[in-house]
């Protein structure tokens, strides 16, 4: 027997999947980004999102718990990024 938080991971995981698949179906789907320093966010637009307050507070949120270090991009983590998209499996 499943609890009710396995449940809603199912949903919240089937909702996510759903709309990837409608967005990759309408290739004229956009989506909104978010870069600072290191740290990368994409949106899929929503009706239910507003994306300008969202990323209003995780950019304070954020700077409220690294400072200036939000800031600072990890030339590492970029490196391999650019790796593994030339990677083939």
Request: glycine share 4%.
């Amino acid at each position: 027997m499943t609890d009710l938080s396995s449940e809603d991971m199912a949903d919240m995981a089937g909702e996510l999947m759903a709309a990837k698949m409608d967005a990759a179906k309408n290739q004229s789907t956009m989506t909104h980004l978010l870069k600072l320093g290191s740290f990368h966010m994409e949106i899929v637009p929503s009706k239910d999102i507003d994306v300008e307050k969202m990323f209003k507070e995780i950019i304070a949120d954020l700077y409220s718990k690294f400072g200036e270090e939000v800031l600072k991009i990890n030339m590492t983590d970029i490196v391999k990024q650019q790796d593994s998209r030339h990677m083939h499996g």
